[in-house]
């Protein structure tokens, strides 16, 4: 009697403790939105997308590049991320431009968050017209929890 007393205590504890881990577990997401194109401008075609994660932190991304993978000049292409929880914007980042020569670039948030919910990414790309800069939004990505 005790042995068995014994067997199903130890089986209820190891349940409860495996239960209660996967409660606590947190799961990666990453969600990406379609490539948006547009162009051509002074030459060069792009495609722009969003991306949020909470992967390693929770951020969003923008990534623009050129369609046919040329490098466009220092300058040409800029990106802003943002990122929204609940149609509400949490982050966003100022426009970074490619450094040098690249057929493609990006930037991301730095934040952690802003408290647990339903988040998205929604950003704008540049690209230079030849006097000044023409912006493009990308398609909103799908939603995660974080």
Not at 107 to 132: E, H, P, V
């Amino acid at each position: 009697m005790f042995r068995k007393d014994l067997k199903y205590m130890v089986s209820s504890l190891l349940a409860g403790v495996l239960l209660g881990s996967f409660a606590v577990m947190a799961f990666a997401s990453t969600a990406s939105s379609g490539w948006g194109t547009y162009g051509p401008i002074n030459g060069y075609s792009y495609q722009n997308k969003a991306t949020v994660s909470n992967d390693t932190r929770l951020y969003a991304a923008t990534s623009v590049q050129t369609q046919d993978s040329s490098n466009a000049p220092t300058g040409y292409m800029g990106a802003v991320a943002r990122l929204y929880k609940s149609d509400v914007l949490c982050q966003s980042t100022s426009y970074s431009y490619n450094s040098s020569s690249a057929a493609g670039m990006g930037t991301s948030t730095t934040t952690t968050g802003c408290g647990s919910g339903t988040y998205y990414s929604y950003g704008l790309s540049a690209a230079y017209n030849g006097n000044g800069y023409n912006e493009w939004y990308t398609f909103q990505s799908p939603n995660i929890t974080n």
